[in-house]
Structures are given as C-alpha cells and as structure tokens.
C-alpha cells in the first residue's frame, strides 16, 4: 500500500505561479510511475503529467506543455508539479497518484494508476 498526501495548493491570480508537493510512504520501492490529474466541478478526471520515477522520463498533456513541470526529489520521497502562467481553465482539484502494477507504459489515463491522493485546490482567478 502506498500513500500520497499532496499539498500547495491555493489561488491565485491568472498569470501567477504555485508548486505543488505529493508526498509518498508506504511501500514507495514498488512504484514505478507517479503522475498528477486534475478535475473541476461537472468534468471528467483528466491527466497533466506523469514521471517514471526510475528513470525521471516525463510525459505532459497538450493542455499543460510548456507550462507545467513535474519533477520528482528522490530524497525526500516526494514529485512536485510546477505551475507557471496559470490560467482560469487550470481551476481543479488536483491529485496525485501512483502505479505499482506494471504495464507496457504508462499513460495518462487514470485507470493506469491504482493510488491517489485526497487532492487540493487549485483556483485560478
């Protein structure tokens, strides 16, 4: 079992920036992929980013590319996604989350990770 417990979180003005931290422990040696996922009220989950955490191989939504980075601290057992030039349309819940089944790749699609985290509020005005 794996927990995630992500934070930073906030509002901010449209343009602005914030850094958001997830947070692992557990049995973290069985993860391979971390990624983070958003979802507003009414809309389907989607994915942002993922990052193998063996590797730091980094994979981004259309969407977010050139805007967002994921990155991971392996020292602190933690992925991060820093968001620069936010806009209002970035207004979500974001989660976290991890694999620990391994599959040919992984993706953006929610059903490739079996954890998550709580999320936090992100809100772009």
């Known amino acids: 079992h794996v927990q995630l417990v992500e934070s930073g979180g906030g509002s901010v003005q449209a343009g602005g920036s914030l850094r958001l931290s997830c947070t692992a422990s557990?049995?973290?040696?069985?993860?391979?992929?971390m990624g983070w996922f958003r979802q507003a009220p009414g809309k389907e989950r989607e994915g942002v980013a993922r990052?193998?955490?063996?590797?730091?191989?980094?994979y981004y939504a259309d969407s977010v590319k050139g805007r967002f980075t994921i990155s991971q601290d392996n020292a602190k057992n933690t992925v991060y996604l820093q968001m620069n030039s936010l806009r209002p349309e970035d207004t979500a819940m974001y989660y976290c989350?991890?694999?620990?089944?391994?599959?040919?790749?992984?993706?953006?699609?929610?059903?490739?990770?079996?954890?998550w985290g709580q999320g936090t509020q992100v809100t772009v005005s």
């Open positions: 990052i193998y955490t063996g590797s730091g191989n980094t």
């Open positions: 989350a991890a694999s620990t089944v391994w599959r040919p790749s992984c993706t953006l699609r929610p059903p490739d990770f079996n954890f």
């Open positions: 557990g049995y973290t040696y069985s993860t391979y992929c």
